[in-house]
């Protein structure tokens, strides 16, 4: 099993940016595919983004492509979320997910891991 903490939320206004980070223990966390999901009142969990053990390979949401990056530093057992161009409807509370095994999932089912997650406020 991973333990997952993430940090880093808070309230931004509207076109600003935030970092998010996600501190790994436990199980070799640099072995699995990392992710980022969001989840808004009354909303159902949604994928954001996700990064496999290297680094090297990347999926993202349509919804942030383009304004979010996902990275990781290994040595760290970190996995950041870097998100720009905020808007109102990025307003949720994000949740970092570790997978055991490689791949890129955007199903919260393909996930085991989850940390308790950071609330992120975005106002107009």
């Known amino acids: 099993q991973v333990q997952l903490v993430e940090f880093g939320g808070g309230l931004v206004q509207a076109g600003g940016s935030l970092r998010l980070s996600c501190a790994a223990s436990?199980?070799?966390?640099?072995?699995?595919?990392m992710a980022w999901f969001r989840q808004a009142p009354g909303k159902e969990r949604e994928f954001v983004g996700a990064?496999?053990?290297?680094?090297?390979?990347?999926g993202y949401a349509d919804s942030v492509k383009g304004r979010f990056t996902i990275s990781r530093d290994n040595s760290k057992n970190t996995v950041y979320l870097q998100m720009n161009s905020l808007k109102p409807e990025d307003t949720a509370v994000y949740y970092c997910?570790?997978?055991?095994?490689?791949?890129?999932?955007?199903?919260?089912?393909?996930?085991?891991?989850w940390g308790q997650g950071t609330q992120v406020t975005v106002s107009s």
């Open positions: 990064v496999s053990w290297s680094g090297g390979n990347t």
């Open positions: 997910a570790a997978r055991r095994y490689g791949g890129i999932y955007s199903s919260v089912t393909e996930y085991e891991d």
């Open positions: 436990g199980r070799t966390a640099s072995s699995s595919t």
